[in-house]
């Protein structure tokens, strides 16, 4: 379709989808969703000493459980096949040889050891080291001489002399670069295999892309991509650079950075949703120009546009991503939450691998106590290991509980009432309280404490009647019991 609107997701296949990447990806996909177009993953893998084995495709899978889907990759084909660099040397060959055959591009073939003295002897100079452009008028005999030598080559592309490189982004504005400034680069290494620069041109090209939305790290490439549109007579693409993610410090977010959780596989496997996650990645950049702040991936289609992307940088909040992801669980149906949490459980130990249809009402039930209150689902494992382990944990607040004068009696009462209850509910648990409450004479938080905390360890927690309820009456008097008899040993 002529004028339709395509854009690309190209990662190289380095590692895993970072929140960086997956910002990108969203992006491009929104932008092309909502002018109808189409949306590509491409991977960009010439950058051999970079591949990670098997990171494409796992940047994919975890880019299609965010809800990213495209159109055309690498898994379904597309009229643009194949999307993947490395099947593509054959294309990029013809390109080169075209290059080469118009001069635009020339052999060098300088060694490593000869590139390195040069670039040293630059630095001591005071210069900012440039890619020698010794070989810029290599003679066809000194070419022969060189491969008699049994040097090989690589490719370089001849930067224009006194030339002002414009890049109108879409995002920046006017972003000037001067041709005098860039040293010759090159564009296809001695194994034969081209760079990044010259390949994304070709393919974005081929590929039909109109918009080229990516990190403000690739800014400084985008004059280099220019000049080997120009170089081929090509309209380039509209571009857009992203700005920066910065950490909460304010620097640059590093990926070595093991305090904050950069890559989508973590979040996915903490058991965040990923509609939070979008939602979360989305505001990296972009405002809706209002108050509001929750959007679901179809309000986004609709209203995401690239002028309401900052050109500042944007702060990455991990209190701000929790507090996102507790709003989307808790308005989840409860099957989903307990079926997400059920995993953690079973790591910790706490379920077994195939529990039975009872055990797992039970959880349930006990992951319905803490859906309002978790971040992420794997919170569920200390919220609620009050229910799975045998010895409760007291800590300092709950010793001193336990301390106050009235803990014996108000235990002995409820081991009393508790015990003798005909059934066990959080309705008949409930009456029983009360029990307690007028044999006692205590109330409130005098009342309701030791009980809590002789039964939990804590003091602070969800509904009493249900987590009495939900402990099991066995659990809950051999726990009264428990400081009733051995108070001293307990609170030491
Ligand atoms: N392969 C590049 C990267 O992973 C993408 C650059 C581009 O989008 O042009 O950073």
Redesign the pocket.
Known sequence: MANEVRL?????P?GHLHIG?AR?ALFNYLYAKRHGGKFIVRV?DTDQTRNVENAAEKQMENLKWLGVQWDEGMDIGGPYAPYRQMERLDIYRKYIDQLLAEGKAYYCYATKEELDAEREEQIARGETPKISEKHRNVTPEQREQYEREGRVPSIHFRVPDDRVYVVNDLIRGEVTFESNGIGDFVICRPDGIPT?NFA?VID?YLMKITH????E??LS?TPR?LMIYEAFGWEPPKFAHLALILNQDGKKMSKRDESIIQFIEQYRELGFLPEAIVNFLVLLGWSPGGEEEIFSMDDLIERFSLERVSKSPAVFDSTKMNWMNNHYLKNKPLEIIAEMCLPHLQKAGFVEEEPTPEKKEWVKEIVALYQEQMAYCAQIVPLAALFFLEDVVYDEEAKSVLLEPQVPDVLASFRKHVGALETYTPDTIKAALKEVQKETGQKGKALFMPIRVATTGQVHGRDLDRTLYLLGREKVLERAERVLTNREDVVR
């Open positions: 690309r997701y190209a990662p190289s380095t990447g990108t960009e990044y994304v974005d080229v939305v990516r990190g790290e690739h490439n991509q």
